[in-house]
């Protein structure tokens, strides 16, 4: 189980990047080009939320099933990450109040890109390359 669940994060990692990246990069793009907000925003915007969310909680599975338990993890790891996806939650959350598209997109942009770079920050390159 242990390693199953070793190999699913390390492979959802992949999804993650990609899928928040493509939030981020469209956000960024939409906002600062002025353009109107549609709904394969919205679409990106879900799917970064959920499969961050999906990864989490594959990570939190992981920890659990570990047979050295919390002395497996660097706590640096879990915390920076539990902050990107509350993050990711915030600003998909906020966008959906916004009524204009101008607005809505500077939410997503804002959180998506802050939630992105601290993912960025925490993977363990070392192991990943």
């Known amino acids: 189980m242990y390693t199953t669940l070793k190999y699913l994060h390390s492979g959802w990692a992949y999804i993650v990047l990609i899928a928040v990246a493509l939030a981020t990069i469209n956000a960024l793009l939409g906002y600062f080009t002025k353009r109107e907000y549609k709904p394969r925003d919205f679409r990106l915007a879900l799917f970064g939320l ?7 909680l594959i990570g939190l599975a992981l920890v659990l099933v570990s047979p050295m338990g919390f002395k ?3 706590i640096d790891h879990p915390i ?5 996806a509350v993050l990711i939650t915030i600003g998909y959350s ?3 109040k916004k009524l ?3 607005p809505k997109l500077k939410m997503l942009a804002i959180f998506y890109s802050i939630a992105f770079l601290l993912i960025l ?4 390159w070392s192991q990943w390359l």
């Open 50 to 56: 959920i499969v961050t969310h999906t990864m989490f």
């Open 100 to 102: 204009v598209s101008t």
């Open 80 to 84: 920076v990450m539990l902050i990107a």
């Open 72 to 74: 497996s993890v660097k």
């Open 121 to 124: 920050s925490r993977i363990p």
């Open 94 to 96: 906020k966008h959906k």
